[in-house]
């Protein structure tokens, strides 16, 4: 017998991937949550039915999330990611040795305890072994709130504008974000799909865009997000993600990218008309 999993991008779309066998299921108290495997994608992570990163494209996700910011920050010490309990964009982070303290902030122990036990290639920077890396379940509102003017970088990496992560789209957040920032901070969050998701993208432009002095998106292709078009969004208080981009320290870096590279990193700010469109001012 043949099991497919399907994804429904709108009512008349979808994504569908053949399953050869469930690892794990069950609920918290915020969402339930899926890990199987798939013939084609290895293991898929799925929260509340949908897709949050597969073994075989997951290293676009967590390299676009983290590494434009990093090469674009001059310094930065201490960072913070809200969500990502998987720990992909974590074990990106750890790559750059500048960083002295990389902080998760997770509402859902269940998803890192899993991640850990099932999805180890993602999770291999929040197993405890990692000196720099500092753990939080907690919700990322009330962390940030608790801590004001000290982080360099905060990546939002949140699924979906709905259930527990609805607040991390609201402009009362992007604040707390903006405060709890040093002076020349950057925040990037991801910021759903240019060709699906137009209407909460002008919400979200317009809303950073009342908080932060630059706020920018850029691009990736990711197969299995809708559309495999995906956005983020690049707001600071300071320092431009373009003209303030350290290329030569991207192209010595001393670890390796799949996805990311120097040219890519300008490149993917070069929006296609509709996405220029979608968060015109």
Known sequence: MDLWYTEKHSDNVGITLKVTRSLFSGASEYQQLDIVETAEYGRMMLLDGLVMLTERDEFIYHEMIVHPALFTHPAAKKVLVIGGGDGGTIREIVKHPQVEQAVLCEIDGLVVEKSIELLPTVASAIDGSNPRVKLHIDDGLAYIRAHQNEFDVILVDSTDPIGPAVGLFEEDFYRLVF???????????????????????RDMYAALRRVFPIVEMYQAFIPTYPSGLWSFACASKRWHPVTDFDRARAAGRDFTTRYYNE????????????ARENIAP
Do not use: C, W
């Open 179 to 201: 405060a709890a920032l040093k002076d020349d901070g950057i925040m990037v969050a991801q910021s759903e799909s240019p060709f699906y998701h137009s209407n909460i993208q």
């Open 263 to 274: 040219d890519l990193h300008r490149g993917a700010f070069m929006l296609p008309t509709f």
